[in-house]
Protein backbone atom coordinates (compact mmCIF):
# COMPACT_ATOMS: atom_id res chain seq x y z
CA UNK A 1 0.00 0.00 0.00
CA UNK A 2 1.32 3.88 -0.94
CA UNK A 3 1.80 5.90 2.02
CA UNK A 4 -1.24 7.89 2.71
CA UNK A 5 -1.51 11.56 2.49
CA UNK A 6 -3.72 13.76 4.84
CA UNK A 7 -4.43 17.25 4.46
CA UNK A 8 -5.75 19.50 7.49
CA UNK A 9 -7.29 22.92 7.12
CA UNK A 10 -8.69 25.67 8.75
CA UNK A 11 -9.12 29.47 7.73
CA UNK A 12 -6.03 30.73 9.05
CA UNK A 13 -3.49 27.43 9.16
CA UNK A 14 -2.09 29.06 12.45
CA UNK A 15 -3.85 26.82 15.02
CA UNK A 16 -5.64 23.53 14.92
CA UNK A 17 -4.20 22.89 11.70
CA UNK A 18 -0.84 22.88 12.43
CA UNK A 19 -1.07 21.11 15.72
CA UNK A 20 -2.77 18.85 13.98
CA UNK A 21 -0.01 18.08 11.73
CA UNK A 22 2.33 18.27 13.96
CA UNK A 23 0.83 15.41 15.73
CA UNK A 24 0.50 13.33 12.70
CA UNK A 25 4.41 14.06 11.81
CA UNK A 26 5.03 13.27 15.14
CA UNK A 27 2.85 9.90 15.67
CA UNK A 28 3.06 8.74 12.24
CA UNK A 29 6.58 8.40 12.29
CA UNK A 30 6.68 8.97 8.50
CA UNK A 31 4.18 6.95 7.22
CA UNK A 32 1.55 9.38 6.42
CA UNK A 33 2.37 11.75 4.35
CA UNK A 34 1.31 15.33 6.12
CA UNK A 35 0.27 18.58 4.72
CA UNK A 36 -1.60 21.70 5.76
CA UNK A 37 -2.91 24.90 4.72
CA UNK A 38 -5.74 27.82 5.13
CA UNK A 39 -8.50 29.16 3.18
CA UNK A 40 -7.42 32.83 4.86
CA UNK A 41 -3.89 32.22 5.98
CA UNK A 42 -2.56 34.18 8.39
CA UNK A 43 1.23 35.79 8.78
CA UNK A 44 2.58 32.99 11.20
CA UNK A 45 1.30 30.12 13.63
CA UNK A 46 -0.18 31.25 16.62
CA UNK A 47 2.21 31.69 19.28
CA UNK A 48 0.17 29.86 21.54
CA UNK A 49 -0.30 26.48 19.75
CA UNK A 50 3.38 26.65 19.58
CA UNK A 51 3.47 27.10 23.31
CA UNK A 52 0.99 24.50 23.71
CA UNK A 53 3.10 21.61 21.50
CA UNK A 54 6.20 22.56 22.63
CA UNK A 55 4.29 21.44 26.26
CA UNK A 56 4.26 18.27 24.69
CA UNK A 57 7.45 18.07 23.31
CA UNK A 58 6.64 18.68 19.53
CA UNK A 59 8.28 21.98 18.13
CA UNK A 60 5.80 23.78 15.28
CA UNK A 61 7.56 27.22 16.15
CA UNK A 62 9.31 26.91 12.26
CA UNK A 63 6.03 26.27 10.48
CA UNK A 64 4.11 28.59 8.09
CA UNK A 65 0.94 29.12 7.71
CA UNK A 66 0.28 28.23 3.90
CA UNK A 67 -2.81 28.84 1.50
CA UNK A 68 -5.55 26.18 0.70
CA UNK A 69 -4.90 25.14 -2.99
CA UNK A 70 -6.75 22.70 -5.38
CA UNK A 71 -3.42 20.53 -5.92
CA UNK A 72 -2.71 20.40 -2.31
CA UNK A 73 -6.85 19.18 -2.21
CA UNK A 74 -6.33 16.62 -5.18
CA UNK A 75 -2.76 14.86 -3.75
CA UNK A 76 -4.63 13.95 -0.03
CA UNK A 77 -6.10 10.64 0.54
CA UNK A 78 -7.97 12.32 3.62
CA UNK A 79 -8.81 16.12 4.34
CA UNK A 80 -9.50 16.98 7.61
CA UNK A 81 -11.53 20.52 7.69
CA UNK A 82 -11.82 22.18 11.13
CA UNK A 83 -13.57 24.79 10.49
CA UNK A 84 -13.18 26.38 6.98
CA UNK A 85 -16.74 25.85 6.09
CA UNK A 86 -17.72 26.41 2.21
CA UNK A 87 -14.08 27.57 1.43
CA UNK A 88 -13.02 24.04 1.47
CA UNK A 89 -12.56 22.63 -2.00
CA UNK A 90 -14.89 19.26 -2.53
CA UNK A 91 -13.11 16.49 -5.14
CA UNK A 92 -15.35 13.28 -5.51
CA UNK A 93 -13.18 10.00 -4.38
CA UNK A 94 -11.22 11.83 -1.46
CA UNK A 95 -12.31 10.96 2.17
CA UNK A 96 -13.16 14.03 4.10
CA UNK A 97 -13.81 14.77 8.03
CA UNK A 98 -15.19 17.56 9.58
CA UNK A 99 -13.81 17.88 13.34
CA UNK A 100 -15.75 20.39 15.51
CA UNK A 101 -13.18 22.23 17.34
CA UNK A 102 -12.73 25.29 19.45
CA UNK A 103 -10.32 27.64 17.63
CA UNK A 104 -7.64 28.67 20.34
CA UNK A 105 -7.20 32.28 18.13
CA UNK A 106 -6.64 35.05 20.39
CA UNK A 107 -7.22 31.98 23.86
CA UNK A 108 -4.80 31.88 26.40
CA UNK A 109 -2.32 28.84 27.11
CA UNK A 110 -5.45 27.19 29.63
CA UNK A 111 -7.91 26.99 26.93
CA UNK A 112 -5.82 26.09 23.70
CA UNK A 113 -4.67 22.63 25.86
CA UNK A 114 -7.89 21.17 25.65
CA UNK A 115 -7.91 21.70 22.33
CA UNK A 116 -4.66 20.42 21.60
CA UNK A 117 -5.47 17.45 23.66
CA UNK A 118 -8.65 16.75 21.78
CA UNK A 119 -6.77 16.96 18.59
CA UNK A 120 -3.93 14.38 19.71
CA UNK A 121 -6.68 11.63 20.78
CA UNK A 122 -8.29 12.41 17.33
CA UNK A 123 -4.65 12.17 15.20
CA UNK A 124 -4.13 8.82 17.66
CA UNK A 125 -7.11 7.41 15.88
CA UNK A 126 -6.35 8.31 12.40
CA UNK A 127 -2.90 7.27 12.72
CA UNK A 128 -4.41 4.00 14.20
CA UNK A 129 -7.26 3.54 11.13
CA UNK A 130 -3.99 5.01 8.31
CA UNK A 131 -1.10 2.56 9.13
Known amino acids: ??????L???VHNAGRSQM????LQ????GRVEV???GSQ?????NPVAVAAMAEVGIDIAAEQPKALTDSAVREADVVITM???DECPFFPGKRYEDWVLDDPAGQGIDAVR???DEIRRRVEALVAELT
Open 26 to 29: HLAG
Open 1 to 6: MSTPTV
Open 114 to 116: PIR
Open 83 to 85: GCG
Open 8 to 10: FVC
Open 20 to 23: AAGF
Open 35 to 37: LSA
Open 41 to 45: PADQV
